[in-house]
Each structure stands twice: as structure tokens, then as C-alpha cells.
């Protein structure tokens, strides 16, 4: 069973950074399409960003101030978050298509709370 382990929320002022990590247990890492989700309170959990072979992809509102990358050789995966603002206030999690052609493997999340 493939765990996911989300680290790097906190609380952080408007126009702050913080970055996330998103470590797995699993043996094949390099091969997963890994993404960033977020559920704001009251919200639907919405889609961030993914990172996969053929390239990695981003929902419009965090385009130029988010940025995922994975380190394969320590079975992680990272989203840079610059430029914060209060209304992405939210649990961040980390989820992995294994496979599989939906996210199915999801971390517990992680609180990140901007302060305006």
C-alpha cells in the first residue's frame, strides 16, 4: 500500500511563501502522475497542479506563483508557493495516479492558512 505524506503547511502573511512536500512509500515513484488538490472551507476540493512525464500542469489561479516539481531519487514531490493570498487558505493535499487513470492515493493534507 502506497502511503502519502504531506509536510510544509502554517501559517504564512498575504504575498508570503511556503513550500510543500509530499513524501510516498512507493517503489515505482518516477512513473506516477502526482498532484496538489486544495479544499478551502465550505469548498469542493479543487485540483492545483500535477506533475507527470509529459510535462506539468496548473489551474489557472496560481499560474506564474505556483510551481510543482518532484525529486524521483527521494520519492517526493513539491509545490513552491509564492505570492499567497488569504482566499488560498485551505488543507493542501497530495494525491497519485497509480495505476491508474483517476488520483487515487491521497495523503491526510496539510493546513495552509494565509493571514491577510
Known amino acids: 500500500q502506497v502511503q502519502l505524506v504531506e509536510s510544509g503547511g502554517g501559517l504564512v502573511q498575504a504575498g508570503g511563501s511556503l513550500r510543500l512536500s509530499c513524501a510516498t512509500s512507493?517503489?515505482?515513484?518516477?512513473?506516477?502522475?502526482m498532484g496538489w488538490f486544495r479544499q478551502a472551507p465550505g469548498k469542493e476540493r479543487e485540483f492545483v497542479a500535477s506533475?507527470?512525464?509529459?510535462?506539468?500542469y496548473y489551474t489557472d489561479s496560481v499560474k506564474g506563483r505556483f510551481t510543482i516539481s518532484r525529486d524521483n531519487a527521494k520519492n517526493t514531490v513539491y509545490l513552491q508557493m509564492n505570492s499567497l493570498k488569504p482566499e488560498e487558505t485551505a488543507v493542501y493535499y497530495c494525491?497519485?495516479?497509480?495505476?491508474?487513470?483517476?488520483?487515487?492515493?491521497w495523503g491526510q493534507g496539510t493546513q495552509v492558512t494565509v493571514s491577510s
Open positions: 512507493g517503489r515505482t515513484f518516477s512513473s506516477y502522475t
Open positions: 494525491a497519485a495516479k497509480i495505476s491508474s487513470s483517476s488520483y487515487n492515493v
Open positions: 506533475i507527470s512525464w509529459n510535462g506539468a
